[in-house]
């Protein structure tokens, strides 16, 4: 009867154990979103906390005054350019928003005009989207930035918390860790921490030379609205392998409306541009980041869009970072014994 006792209990504990499991899961899941904001709040601190260093270096000043100048100078330029180019990037994303529509319905006149079969014309109608699908595809990005710059605002300020003080928050989370783990645990935080860092610094340098580059060629060709595109070619450039294609998708739809040489040297421009950024800026940049495999990359990315949406394809890319370092660190290294370099 003792043994059928002890039996009894053990199992009612493991599925209590299993009950709070599935309870934490459906808790997290349904928190998604604000784990989401927590997340960009932790990007922004580790921008905030690279920016104060660099001035603490160079400066030799306290940290909490490399923290406020840092602050001060990153508001200031994001203000500034919002003050300088704000109306005229309003004025030109309108213009662009009312031109979508018209080079659609030219793209899809000139498909017409081939003289191609009526059975391939049924057959392309299939496969390729509707004009309202791509054009609200585009605007459900663009949307998306819009939509995303409240929590935008509430990420920063808390992100300036965790960078008044990480060690705080760091010592705290570790606190939640057994004993046996937090060397472990604690190692691959910085190794994340580090990643993150040289991989953000580094796609917001390469965001804005691609962004500067587009605008300044699309003025060259004489495009419409060059730097609302370059600004959403910028962006773009945010999200791994498909931001490029959504980016360009804008600007040749535009082009296409004056035809001719235009559409030749604005598919050349961005053709170019993003290939440059990618073959040569973007490893130049990020030699001391983790590399993503390609796939690998793919798959996150729809995998942080479907349990996150639209907002966390934009987020995609770090995250991926965030899972790739880690699994290298505590699983591949720590639980498997295998070099990870």
Do not use: C
């Amino acid at each position: 009867m003792a043994g059928q006792d002890s039996g009894t209990g053990r199992f009612a504990g493991r599925v209590l154990i299993a009950l709070g499991l599935a309870a934490m899961l459906l808790l997290l899941w349904r928190l998604r979103d604000v784990l989401l904001l927590a997340f960009a709040s932790i990007l922004f601190a580790i921008v905030l906390v690279a920016a104060a260093r660099l001035i603490s270096r160079r400066g030799r000043l306290g940290p909490r005054t490399s923290l406020a100048i840092a602050s001060v100078l990153i508001l200031g330029l994001v203000g500034g350019a919002v003050w300088v180019f704000g109306n005229e990037i309003g004025r030109q994303l309108g213009d662009l928003a009312a031109r979508l529509p018209d080079a659609w319905a030219s793209l899809q006149a000139r498909i017409g005009a081939a003289g191609l079969e009526r059975e391939f014309h049924e057959q392309l109608g299939r496969a390729v989207p509707s004009g309202s699908a791509v054009l609200g595809a585009i605007g459900a990005v663009i949307g998306t930035l819009g939509g995303a710059l409240s929590g935008v605002a509430l990420a920063l300020m808390a992100g300036l918390y965790l960078a008044a003080q990480p060690d705080l928050y760091r010592s705290g989370l570790l606190r939640l860790v057994p004993d046996a783990y937090v060397a472990r645990v604690a190692d691959a935080l910085d190794a994340t921490a580090a990643s993150l860092r040289a991989w953000l610094l580094g796609q917001l340098a390469s965001m804005t030379i691609t962004g500067v580059a587009i605008a300044a060629g699309l003025i060259a060709i004489g495009v419409p609205s060059p730097l609302a595109l370059g600004l959403i070619a910028g962006l773009m450039g945010f999200v791994p392998m498909i931001g490029p294609l959504l980016g360009a998708l804008p600007g040749v739809l535009v082009a296409l409306t004056i035809g001719g040489d235009t559409l030749l040297f604005t598919i050349l421009l961005y053709f170019v541009v993003q290939q440059l950024a990618g073959a040569v800026i973007e490893p130049l940049i990020m030699q001391r980041t983790v590399k993503l495999p390609p796939a690998v990359t793919l798959f996150a990315l729809f995998a942080v869009g479907a349990l996150f949406g639209s907002v966390g394809v934009l987020m995609g890319g770090p995250i991926a970072v965030t899972a790739y370092v880690l699994v290298r660190t505590l699983y591949v290294r720590d639980t498997l014994g295998r070099p990870i370099g």
